[in-house]
């Protein structure tokens, strides 16, 4: 059975017995974003919701989080925002950036995540693709800046309407400016659990990233679930390390899952321990989440350490497949617990549990969030394969979703026809129902848990005038996990051609600095397969040579 599409979604959604199902299950509880930051600073209003230590230490109780949503939500309103426009934000771990997505939530204005790392390119197509009326942006962030970039986006895109700026506006309008009556908002119809809540970008294995449909009813079990899963209660102080923006870091739990439950939420500048480990000692923080990459570098730096980690009792990775040899060595490193997560964007979401034992915890990636989700592991054909053999993952449930966002296409290829979605990944089940991570399937490259779709980086050196060809694929890396190798064919009456031109080249197009390709190799051909196409398998096997 396919999906349904809501009209105005722009997106298949849940069958009517599926959204029956999970309701009736206690996963969708009819609740919105907006209603359970309203209903928190009720509850517990003079509570320390949020912390922003740097470069003065601020904090908002939960009835100044929610009052100040407001009256952003009402500023907003006041310049035409309504409800179902999209509005990028791309911001850094600052805390306007929770400030606005939940004054989006209240209008039902859809936050469009973009990275701080994002550049002309990416934003370019974000803003574009999703007709956003709105962008916001910090002045500067390390080194770069901003108001430049929207200048140049907003000229190009004639949906866009605004710019909102944190910090010096410069040509822009100051967020800081926007407030307005919140009064406003009485006349606004309410979002509706079932409606969208925001639009999260793919890691994607095609040259441009789809939009994700999140709604309020399926997200919002992700964050409950995974609170119940990994002990988030009213005491977690939880530091957002990794970019706010990303999935991992808002959901699993993240900093929506310890708001949902009352907690604090710590906001950090920057990943390396001589920023992270003073603010851990600092603001008592109890919990954060980490790609591998910066899991080692903690791991290396903890025993070494002048600062006082001992309040941190659960360190989450994820994000990007974490060794076993590096996962054993955490908990001695940093003196608390590890547990491993292995998600998607769009959707399922696993954990090892707390008291899995700790083989489970190092060699698995660990259990569903939900009994409802369902989880095929199959082979090229479709078929599922015998217990404990390696083979493609699909997956549907409560969280998630049916279709990406104005993509029917790209939704015939990517899910079934009863609704599975086509991770790309290849696991395994153990006899515990626990899924191993062999890697992916499709070509996407996860470079310490940022993905980099090839295609985009090679239509952008094939637009080189001395380059005839080009090949990006993943090389093994023991830090990053993969990194990228792009293999290039010169024009025969090329000039001899350097590898740090083609990354100058490729940086010069206004694309983020980790998509540049790490290694550039000149060859003469590539490897095809039999039917003459080029074989990435071939030139996969040839990079782990390097």
């Known amino acids: 059975m396919t999906a349904a599409t809501t009209p105005g979604v722009d997106a298949p959604t849940w069958p009517a017995e599926f959204a029956e199902r999970y309701r009736a299950a206690g996963y969708w509880r009819g609740e919105t974003f907006g209603g359970v930051l309203r209903e928190r600073a009720g509850t517990h209003p003079d509570r320390i919701a949020l912390i922003d230590p740097a470069p003065s230490r601020r904090t908002w109780t939960y009835r100044q989080l929610d009052e100040h949503a407001d009256r952003l939500a009402a500023g907003f309103t006041e310049r035409g925002i309504r409800k179902g426009d999209r509005v990028v934000v791309q911001l850094p771990n600052i805390g306007e950036f929770i400030e606005v997505v939940f004054a989006l939530f209240r209008i039902g204005?859809?936050?469009?995540?973009?990275?701080?790392?994002?550049?002309d390119t990416e934003i370019a197509y974000f803003c574009s693709f999703a007709e956003a009326v709105a962008y916001v942006v910090p002045d500067r962030h390390a080194g770069y800046d901003h108001r430049d970039l929207a200048a140049r986006v907003k000229k190009d895109t004639p949906s866009l309407e605004h710019v909102f700026v944190v910090g010096d506006p410069g040509e822009h309008t100051a967020l800081a400016d926007v407030d307005g009556d919140p009064a406003v908002l009485e006349s606004l119809t309410a979002p509706e659990p079932h409606e969208l809540a925001f639009l999260q970008l793919s890691g994607g294995t095609t040259g441009r990233p789809k939009l994700i449909p999140r709604t309020h009813d399926d997200y919002l079990y992700s964050l409950w679930g995974s609170n119940e899963i990994c002990?988030?209660?009213?005491g977690t102080r939880f530091l957002v390390v990794l970019p706010a923006a990303h999935n991992f870091p808002m959901s699993s739990p993240g900093w929506l899952g310890v708001l949902y439950a009352g907690g604090t939420?710590?906001?950090?500048?920057?990943?390396?321990p001589d920023t992270a480990f003073p603010i851990i000692a600092e603001e008592r923080v109890t919990m954060t989440g980490l790609v591998p990459p910066l899991a080692l570098v903690w791991t290396q730096a903890g025993p070494e350490t002048r600062y006082d980690l001992s309040t941190l009792e659960l360190i989450l990775v994820?994000?990007?497949?974490?060794?076993?040899?590096?996962?054993?060595?955490?908990?001695?490193?940093?003196g608390c617990k590890l547990m491993q997560v292995f998600g998607m964007a769009e959707g399922l979401v696993n954990y090892t549990r707390l008291d899995d034992d700790p083989e489970?915890?190092?060699t698995t990636q660990g259990l569903p969030i939900s009994p409802d989700d369902e989880i095929r592991v199959v082979d090229d054909a479709d078929r599922d394969v015998a217990e404990g053999a390696f083979g493609h993952l699909l997956t549907r449930g409560p969280y998630t979703i049916r279709g990406y966002w104005k993509a029917?296409?790209?939704?015939?290829?990517?899910?079934?026809?009863?609704?599975?979605?086509?991770?790309?990944d290849i696991v395994r089940r153990t006899p515990t129902g626990h899924l191993v991570v062999e890697g992916r399937a499709k070509d996407q490259i996860n470079r310490g848990g940022e993905k980099i779709a090839p295609e985009e980086i090679e239509n952008i050196i094939l637009g080189h005038p001395s380059v005839h060809d080009v090949s990006v694929v993943a090389v093994p890396d023991e830090y990053l996990g993969e990194r990228s190798l792009?293999?290039?064919?010169?024009?025969a009456d090329a000039a001899p051609l350097r590898s740090v031109a083609v990354k100058r080249f490729v940086r010069e197009r206004g694309v983020a600095a980790y998509k540049v390709p790490d290694l550039v190799e000149f060859v003469d051909v590539f490897p095809q397969t039999g039917i003459g196409k080029i074989s990435k398998k071939q030139q996969r096997s040839a990079a782990e040579q390097h």
């Open 318 to 334: 994820g994000g990007a497949k974490y060794s076993e040899a590096a996962a054993r060595r955490l908990e001695p490193a940093l």
């Open 360 to 362: 489970t915890v190092v």
């Open 265 to 272: 939420v710590v906001m950090s500048p920057g990943t390396d």
């Open 231 to 234: 002990g988030v209660d009213a």
């Open 486 to 491: 792009a293999y290039v064919i010169l024009r």
């Open 109 to 119: 204005a859809l936050p469009v995540y973009a990275l701080p790392a994002h550049r």
């Open 408 to 424: 029917p296409e790209h939704n015939a290829r990517s899910f079934t026809e009863d609704g599975f979605y086509r991770t790309g």
